[in-house]
């Protein structure tokens, strides 16, 4: 047996979260190599970036490890924990926020240059460990969609969606992965249709099938619906409106439904702010400001049958306030609603500890981490110093609403 395969091997049994840690000699590792069925199982209990290390150890492992069943089972038995942000940068790079303070930063990819898109990419969702993007819009140039997964830096080019039924008006493109239930992952398509303005059309694309299909009839929607800034939880797709209407698309089902809105606020709706809305730890949350006291909310979390919102945690920020001076601009009345200047960049539940709370926070050019738990909180990226650092000192002293955060989880999923 070459030494690199048996090195491997040691490597794997000796790994922490392998369920191993013992001696071995070369017949072992030998006996080992050549038992298909005992090296699946000690993949099966491997994280992703060892395998994709080990992939280059042979051909079978690569076989073994990039089979699609394989993959699946994987995922189906790796946790869903979150080990860390992914930020993106004005700049169009990537910097990463690790929850683990005992272990290095370093990020797992700096760019999306890898795509090779000669307009370059944005990002428009990352889901389970898959990430979507377009090409940035020029004129005159049809918009490319990719999905790319951010481990194994593999992505596929998504073909165009059909125009049966509707125009090419498309108003959001929304990512649907859940690695524990599917290897595939859909992508869902709001877009015009001939009916009239104020209604849609949805088409699907299923890496399954590797085809887009029309899914159900036109639908009305409100004006303002935010269609490209979709969530996705418990099977389907969720939209809000700045004016409170909400829309889910479940996504097996093919039906559109409405959510019940969070309780009205002190002053009606008139006054409601919506700072985040996303999915973590497996539950779809809500963070809401009212009026001038925009650094008090509460965060609600949606239950399962979509009988209410129920309030989860109430927040306060005074603490934050007296330690960063500098998130409030003093330009401004104190009852302002922009007064206080910060942005919720994402909301973690489950980061390292299943049962942490944790809000990110962008405060000028600095990034707070924020336990809802317990409100202590930390200092924990700073964009002036990241590396590289995003922007000068000074334009970073005055950033706010420029930064983006992506839960960042692994997967060996194809795409």
């Known amino acids: ?3 690199y395969v048996y090195k491997s091997l ?4 000796t790994f922490p979260f392998a369920g191993f840690n013992f001696p071995m000699s070369t017949s072992s590792a030998e006996q080992v190599a050549g038992n298909g069925d005992l090296l699946t199982e000690i993949f ?6 060892p395998l994709l290390r080990f992939r280059s150890v042979s051909k079978r492992w690569l076989s073994l490890i990039s089979d699609p069943h394989f993959c699946h089972r994987h995922a189906r038995r790796s946790s869903a ?3 860390g942000v992914l930020l993106g940068l004005p700049n169009s790079n990537f910097d990463f926020i690790s929850f683990d303070e005992k272990k290095a930063s370093e990020p797992p990819l700096r760019s999306l240059d890898f795509i090779g898109d000669p307009l370059g990419v944005k990002v428009l969702q990352v889901c389970n460990g898959l990430l979507c993007c377009s090409t940035v819009r020029s004129l005159g140039t049809s918009r490319n969609y990719y999905i790319c997964n951010l481990a194994t830096r593999r992505f596929s080019v998504l073909p165009p969606p059909c125009s049966s039924g509707g125009r090419d008006t498309v108003f959001g493109i929304n990512l649907a992965f859940d690695p524990s239930k599917s290897p595939y992952y859909s992508v869902i398509c709001v877009r015009s249709c001939e009916v009239s303005i104020s209604h849609y059309q949805i088409e699907i694309y299923s890496s399954g099938t590797g085809d887009w ?3 159900g009839k036109p639908f009305r929607a409100p004006f303002d619906m935010v269609f490209y800034d979709g969530v996705f939880w418990n099977g389907a797709v969720h939209w809000i409106s700045p004016s409170g209407a909400s829309l889910y698309f479940g996504i097996d089902e093919g039906r ?7 309780p009205p606020g002190p002053g009606g709706w008139g006054k409601r702010r919506i700072r985040h809305f ?3 730890g497996g539950h779809l949350h809500i963070i809401e400001i009212y009026g001038p006291r925009t650094t008090q909310f509460v965060v609600y979390e949606m239950e399962r049958d979509y009988s209410n919102w129920g309030v989860r945690f109430s ?8 330690a960063f001076p500098e998130i409030t601009q003093n330009y401004l009345d104190a009852h302002d609603l922009y007064y206080y200047a910060y942005n919720v960049l994402c909301l973690i539940r489950g980061g390292g500890n299943e049962e942490d709370f944790s809000l990110l926070l962008q405060i000028r050019g600095k990034i707070i981490c924020y336990n809802i738990k317990d409100g202590s909180f930390k200092n924990v990226y700073d964009v002036a110093h990241g590396n590289p650092p995003a922007l000068p000192p000074v334009k970073a002293s005055s950033l706010i609403g420029c930064l983006e955060a992506y839960p960042y989880m692994e997967t060996l999923t194809c795409v």
């Open 278 to 280: 996303g999915e973590s």
């Open 1 to 3: 047996m070459p030494l």
């Open 213 to 215: 299909r029309l899914s």
């Open 10 to 13: 040691i490597n794997i049994l």
């Open 44 to 49: 099966l209990r491997t994280p992703v970036k």
């Open 256 to 262: 559109i439904d409405t959510m019940p809105p969070p």
């Open 81 to 83: 924990s979150v080990p």
């Open 315 to 322: 927040v306060d920020l005074d603490k934050v306030i007296a």
